[in-house]
């Protein structure tokens, strides 16, 4: 009976923050795969053929006539003729050369340990595949790695290398490599059909090339069908796979729904076309907050949902659909709050929450700056202090500090699970060097333990009760407290943050610049508990005491002394930071133990 009750009261919930209507789609969704996952199981395996008269546009996209223009030549060709080569950098493997191309394998894993079991069964029903996740601090594989390589950011690489140069080498490669997929991946079968926003970017990604070698490929007409059937294919397979989840959409679905608007323009298909415009509309409206930041709290997840609305945007004026003034608006907004996020000039982004590395196109060449300038001529940058009371986080940025704060800030409609143990947290950059950082995401299913770790209190810039962290029963949520720090972020210059390190312990930080100075102040409502505090370094800093001082050194040049309460115990040890998914590397953090009301302070080296 208490179970029911729980149950019905669990609908409720779900009803009251998502909407009747969304539930519906939800449940209708499900029963759509359902039916498609028992049709298809009785003809699987197979590429039909492409009737002769079906068409594929071989219209000019604008827009990427004006990446063209935009692309570092050198930089393509290295990029391309490496791709020629085999030799591929995926997700931290570090360059590895291929004389087969492993779509099914962990080759990240394979590289560390050969007798590891990296591979992954080509033959298996794509709705049969569970993705493995690796406990203890053992890595699995890896289901990201053939992701990653399948979702062919190489190809317009290669494509554009094609018609630059002119070399026909380019089109070749692109073409055996595709024919090679096709191979090896038939329809519905292995793990490159598991994930639908997977398949949607490899779509994404074939039509940009397309653009590029129509041309070089029209005389090849056996596999220019191949290849049109298997676009249809993807377009099929989305139709019936849209993650929708329980009506709390993610970047899964606007990248789905991206890519899906590709395949409209592709077979220059109206009717479907204008429902996946409507569609995109309303999840902008549900995913990003009128502030300008998505709601899955992750600054890199911004990003790709920036990349992604970007490029609808830019493909629906292409295909002649009206874009209004709000959504041009919004995005300006988007690319807005990814400018405070930015402390140094190359353009990197704070990490805050998870990180996978994630993009539509090739990220170096056709990445977001570069494609968003095709949008928006012109834009400024911006000084001063901003307060996204919604995502949950304070920025001061001038020319020398840049400083970021996170706040508590959640409601039951936002999916958790790319959320970290981060409240409180902060980063510290000065004159663009990266001083105090957040560690990031390092890796998802491979390892329960490695993922629990990075997204936990002790791996942030927050004040915390050892021995009292949460435990995280689920890799992809968070259980979230309802709330949103607004009184703390609206008060003057100085940035501040209230959160609580346990059930009945609740701590309010400060942190004030100025040109000289940063100082951050921690009181907390039970000051006779045994709180720590971190500060996680860059690992281009090194550490190096100096009486009761610390000082940091950036090129073996003093950058800034740290100073903490004379009382206070401080251990420098040694952590992780990831630089990007899958790549983990030492760096130093300095634990230093609570004297409430006290400050410790970031002060310039002389």
Same mark, same amino acid.
């Given at each position: 009976?208490?179970?029911?009750? /729980?149950?019905i009261?669990h609908?409720y @919930?779900?009803?009251?923050?998502?909407?009747?209507?969304?539930?519906?789609?939800?449940?209708?969704y499900?029963?759509q795969?359902a039916?498609?996952?028992?049709?298809?199981r009785?003809?699987?395996?197979?590429?039909?053929?492409v009737?002769?008269?079906? *068409?594929?546009?071989? /219209?000019s996209?604008?827009?990427?006539?004006?990446?063209k223009?935009?692309c570092?030549?050198d *930089?393509?060709?290295?990029s391309?003729?490496?791709y020629?080569?085999?030799?591929?950098?995926?997700?931290?493997?570090?360059?590895?050369?291929?004389?087969?191309m492993?779509?099914?394998?962990?080759?990240?894993?394979?590289?560390?340990?050969p007798?590891?079991q990296?591979?992954?069964?080509?033959?298996?029903?794509y709705?049969?595949?569970?993705? @493995?996740?690796?406990?203890?601090?053992?890595?699995?594989k890896?289901?990201?790695?053939?992701w990653?390589?399948?979702r062919?950011?190489h +190809?317009?690489?290669?494509?554009?290398?094609?018609?630059?140069?002119?070399?026909?080498?380019?089109?070749?490669?692109?073409k055996k490599?595709? #024919?090679?997929?096709?191979?090896?991946?038939?329809?519905?079968?292995? %793990?490159?059909?598991v994930?639908?926003? =997977?398949v949607?970017?490899?779509?994404?990604?074939?039509i940009?090339a397309?653009?590029w070698?129509?041309?070089?490929?029209?005389?090849? *007409?056996?596999?220019?069908?191949?290849?049109?059937? $298997?676009?249809?294919?993807?377009?099929?397979?989305?139709?019936?796979?849209?993650?929708?989840y329980d009506?709390?959409?993610?970047?899964?679905?606007l990248?789905?729904?991206?890519?899906?608007?590709y395949?409209?323009?592709c077979?220059?298909?109206?009717?479907?076309r204008?429902?996946?415009?409507?569609?995109?509309l309303c999840?902008?409206?549900?995913q990003?907050?009128?502030?300008?930041?998505?709601? =899955?709290?992750?600054?890199r997840?911004?990003?790709?949902v920036t990349?992604l609305t970007?490029?609808?945007v830019?493909l629906?004026?292409?295909?002649?659909v009206?874009?209004?003034?709000?959504?041009?608006?919004?995005? &300006?907004?988007m690319?807005?709050?990814?400018?405070?996020?930015?402390?140094?000039?190359d353009?990197?982004? %704070?990490a805050?929450?998870?990180?996978?590395?994630?993009?539509?196109?090739?990220?170096?060449?056709?990445?977001?700056?570069?494609? #968003?300038?095709i949008?928006?001529?012109?834009?400024?940058?911006?000084f001063?202090v901003?307060?996204?009371?919604?995502?949950?986080?304070?920025?001061?940025?001038?020319?020398d500090?840049h400083?970021t704060?996170?706040?508590h800030?959640?409601?039951?409609?936002?999916?958790s699970?790319?959320?970290h143990d981060?409240a409180g947290?902060v980063?510290?950059?000065y004159?663009?060097?990266?001083?105090?950082?957040?560690?990031?995401?390092?890796?998802?299913?491979?390892?329960?333990?490695?993922?629990?770790q990075?997204?936990? #209190?002790?791996?942030?810039?927050?004040?915390?009760?050892?021995?009292?962290?949460? =435990?995280?029963?689920?890799l992809?949520?968070?259980?979230?407290?309802?709330?949103?720090?607004?009184? +703390?972020?609206? *008060?003057?210059?100085?940035? /501040?943050?209230r959160?609580?390190i346990?059930?009945?312990?609740?701590l309010?930080r400060?942190?004030?610049?100025? =040109?000289e100075?940063?100082?951050?102040t &921690?009181r907390?409502?039970?000051?006779?508990?045994?709180?720590m505090?971190?500060?996680?370094?860059?690992?281009?800093?090194?550490? @190096?005491?100096?009486?009761?001082?610390?000082l940091?050194?950036h090129?073996?040049?003093p950058?800034?002394?740290?100073?903490v309460?004379?009382? #206070?115990?401080?251990?420098l040890?040694?952590?992780w930071?990831a630089?990007?998914?899958?790549?983990?590397?030492?760096?130093t953090?300095?634990?230093v $133990?609570?004297i409430?009301?006290?400050?410790?302070i970031?002060?310039?080296a002389?």
């Amino acid at each position: 009976m208490v179970r029911a009750f /729980r149950r019905i009261s669990h609908y409720y @919930q779900k009803l009251r923050t998502i909407g009747i209507s969304r539930c519906a789609r939800a449940l209708h969704y499900r029963v759509q795969k359902a039916s498609f996952v028992k049709k298809m199981r009785k003809r699987i395996g197979g590429i039909e053929k492409v009737p002769q008269a079906m *068409q594929v546009s071989c /219209r000019s996209l604008s827009f990427l006539d004006e990446l063209k223009k935009k692309c570092d030549r050198d *930089q393509l060709i290295k990029s391309a003729d490496r791709y020629v080569a085999g030799r591929f950098d995926l997700l931290g493997s570090g360059e590895q050369l291929f004389k087969k191309m492993p779509w099914h394998e962990d080759i990240r894993l394979s590289s560390q340990d050969p007798r590891a079991q990296s591979l992954f069964d080509p033959n298996q029903f794509y709705a049969d595949i569970s993705i @493995q996740e690796g406990n203890g601090f053992t890595i699995a594989k890896d289901i990201k790695l053939p992701w990653e390589l399948s979702r062919f950011h190489h +190809l317009p690489v290669l494509g554009l290398a094609d018609a630059v140069t002119g070399d026909e080498k380019y089109a070749e490669s692109a073409k055996k490599q595709i #024919a090679d997929w096709l191979n090896e991946n038939p329809y519905l079968l292995g %793990v490159n059909w598991v994930c639908p926003m =997977e398949v949607a970017i490899r779509a994404t990604n074939w039509i940009v090339a397309w653009h590029w070698l129509h041309g070089a490929w029209q005389e090849d *007409q056996p596999f220019c069908n191949r290849f049109i059937s $298997s676009l249809r294919d993807h377009m099929t397979y989305l139709e019936s796979n849209w993650e929708f989840y329980d009506g709390r959409t993610s970047n899964h679905y606007l990248s789905i729904l991206v890519g899906y608007f590709y395949l409209c323009w592709c077979f220059d298909d109206e009717r479907k076309r204008d429902w996946c415009y409507r569609e995109l509309l309303c999840e902008f409206e549900w995913q990003i907050f009128d502030e300008g930041s998505s709601y =899955e709290g992750s600054t890199r997840y911004h990003q790709l949902v920036t990349e992604l609305t970007v490029h609808a945007v830019l493909l629906a004026r292409e295909m002649g659909v009206e874009v209004d003034d709000k959504l041009l608006c919004k995005v &300006d907004s988007m690319l807005e709050f990814l400018d405070w996020c930015t402390p140094n000039a190359d353009g990197q982004v %704070v990490a805050i929450g998870d990180d996978d590395s994630g993009s539509l196109l090739h990220k170096e060449l056709f990445g977001l700056p570069t494609v #968003a300038s095709i949008l928006f001529s012109k834009r400024g940058t911006f000084f001063g202090v901003k307060r996204y009371t919604q995502f949950g986080l304070s920025i001061s940025k001038a020319d020398d500090w840049h400083v970021t704060l996170r706040h508590h800030a959640y409601d039951r409609r936002q999916p958790s699970g790319h959320f970290h143990d981060d409240a409180g947290s902060v980063t510290i950059a000065y004159h663009g060097v990266p001083i105090i950082i957040d560690p990031g995401s390092y890796l998802y299913t491979p390892s329960y333990e490695w993922r629990n770790q990075f997204r936990s #209190a002790a791996m942030h810039n927050v004040c915390y009760l050892p021995g009292h962290e949460r =435990e995280h029963k689920e890799l992809f949520g968070l259980d979230m407290a309802e709330a949103r720090d607004e009184h +703390l972020c609206k *008060q003057g210059g100085v940035l /501040r943050a209230r959160y609580q390190i346990a059930a009945d312990v609740s701590l309010e930080r400060e942190v004030a610049i100025d =040109e000289e100075v940063c100082v951050i102040t &921690d009181r907390v409502s039970a000051s006779d508990m045994p709180i720590m505090k971190n500060f996680i370094f860059s690992p281009e800093i090194s550490v @190096q005491q100096e009486g009761d001082s610390w000082l940091l050194i950036h090129q073996q040049k003093p950058i800034l002394h740290f100073t903490v309460p004379l009382h #206070a115990k401080v251990v420098l040890q040694d952590t992780w930071t990831a630089l990007g998914y899958g790549r983990k590397i030492r760096t130093t953090c300095l634990q230093v $133990s609570h004297i409430d009301g006290e400050s410790v302070i970031f002060r310039v080296a002389d």
